[in-house]
């Protein structure tokens, strides 16, 4: 099994600073046929569904604002929201697609400084 | 617009059965692997299992947790996809969720969600 591992597991910020969440995955997750990251970001607030941000590791979804943005390759990746706002503060998880079983991370809990 | 609305969930006792249901619309949902994920009461999210389309065979692949206990099937006539849950046991207790990703591959992220149902496993 691939094991997703963030980092960290929560993270006290300020509105407009800067946020960067780290994701690695015990293998590589780079498929070299389409040279595509299997890696995918989800913001979850209580209450509501999963809403993907981020797919291929670095693929906005339509309708996510330009502030969040995803990068990395092979085996350690990044979700960074460039400066943060009030309704960003919630558990973020990042997601391997490559092979099954599916695995998640542990997820990052924002909070307010 | 797509659409996916899980339902089902309820409480149950240890080692009884449950069937789940994810009906959708605004696709047509022969085309599409359908996947469940589940969350227990404030943990994280953990993929149970999908079924693929008919076109990729309609073939299932489960988590190790419920491998064995739980089975995926669909109806493409009606649009429906099921998680039957047997041998239910307390750890099982969490929201289930049904999702689509945006083509047919099973190994995909996944943009569609339902709302998501609430099963308790309890005595």
């Known amino acids: 099994d691939i094991v997703m591992t963030q980092s960290p597991d929560s993270l006290a910020v300020s509105l407009g600073e800067r946020v960067t969440i780290n994701c690695k995955s015990s293998q590589s997750i780079l498929y070299s046929s389409n040279n595509k990251n299997y890696l995918a970001w989800y913001q979850q607030k209580p209450g509501q569904s999963p809403r993907l941000l981020i797919s291929?590791?670095?693929t906005r979804e339509s309708g996510v604002p330009d502030r969040f943005s995803g990068s990395g390759s092979g085996t350690d990746f990044t979700l960074t929201i460039s400066s943060l706002q009030a309704e960003d503060v919630t558990v973020y998880y990042c997601?391997?697609?490559?092979?099954?079983?599916?695995?998640f991370g542990q997820g990052t809990r924002l909070e307010i400084k | 617009e797509v659409q996916l609305v899980a339902s089902g969930g309820t409480l149950v006792q240890p080692g009884r059965s449950l069937r789940l249901s994810c009906t959708v619309s605004g696709f047509t949902f022969s085309d599409y692997a359908i996947t469940w994920v589940r969350q227990a009461p404030g943990k994280g999210l953990e993929w149970v299992g999908f079924i693929r389309s008919r076109a990729y065979s309609g073939t299932t692949e489960y988590a190790a947790s419920v491998k064995d206990r739980f089975t995926i099937s669909r109806d493409d006539s009606k649009s429906i996809a099921y998680l039957q849950m047997n041998s239910l046991q307390t750890e099982d207790t969490a929201v289930y969720y049904c999702?689509?990703?945006?083509?047919?591959?099973?190994?995909?992220?996944?943009?569609?969600w339902g709302q998501g149902t609430l099963v308790t496993v309890s005595s």
């Open positions: 999702t689509r990703g945006p083509d047919s591959s099973p190994l995909r992220a996944w943009p569609y």
């Open positions: 291929w590791a670095s």
């Open positions: 997601q391997q697609y490559f092979s099954t079983p599916i695995t």
